[in-house]
């Protein structure tokens, strides 16, 4: 009786146990950069001013494969634009160049995801992930140049600069990061994405003049413009 007694009651604790362990992982997180940039004067140039901002949202939806890896899918927008204001200097003119680039992108793909230990049992934690998807993009540039003759006082009609690509990026990303236990449901999360990329782009509409990007492959691309910061809801 006592035997019987005592396997009810393992039983049940390893059942309770067993139904604490996270099933399905919702992820949101991102991450924002803002630069300015001015060059100083030198010979032929009067001055450069460049701005730069960059945002990303990524968003995650993993189930529980083994009691420390998670496989689902996964979402990525990004929005990225940079402005330029440039005088140049030729003899007695001055040539002004307005520019602003901007690039859009979505990305749809899968995530495997392994921590070094299962993450309702330790409130620091460690995972490294794999990310293979696909990704959208399209970039457009625009501006003016114009050229100023100082003792004529006169200036050039202006010269309208442009382009357009827009084409699909196939990409493999190792990430790296780490986790933080906040309370039972949720987890805080900063991780490094392009640790290793492999990156394959193909034309999907391209005007003349535009450039198509070639495969390639990195290891450590800018990893401060690569550090996300994330929420984690576990259920």
Sequence with gaps: ????????????????????????????????????????????????????????????????LGKKSYLGLAYKHLHATQAEDRRDQYSKEVL???????????SYGLF???????????????????SPGTSFKKRTVEGLSIMNDKDLDKITLPMHLGSFEEYRE???????????????????QLSIHAVANLKYSSKSARVPGSSLPKPTFQLFDSPLSNTYLSLVYKI
């Excluded at 059942?15 to 362990?21: D, G, K, V």
């Design 112 to 130: 495997y995801r392994y921590y070094i230990a299962p993450i309702d049992l330790h409130r620091w934690n460690a995972f490294a992930e794999v």
């Design 96 to 106: 002004i160049t307005l520019r602003d680039d901007e690039t859009r992108e979505n």
């Design 170 to 188: 196939i990409n493999c990303d190792l990430r790296l990061g780490t986790s933080y236990l906040l309370s039972t449901h949720f987890l805080i």
């Design 1 to 64: 009786m006592k035997i019987t007694a005592t396997l009810l009651v393992l039983a049940a604790l390893i059942s309770i146990a067993y139904s604490q362990e996270t099933k399905f992982l919702i992820e949101a997180g991102g991450n924002y950069r803002n630069k300015k940039n001015t060059e100083l004067p030198n010979e032929h140039k009067i001055k450069r001013d460049m701005k730069s901002s960059t945002g990303s949202l990524v968003t995650q939806i993993g189930y529980r």
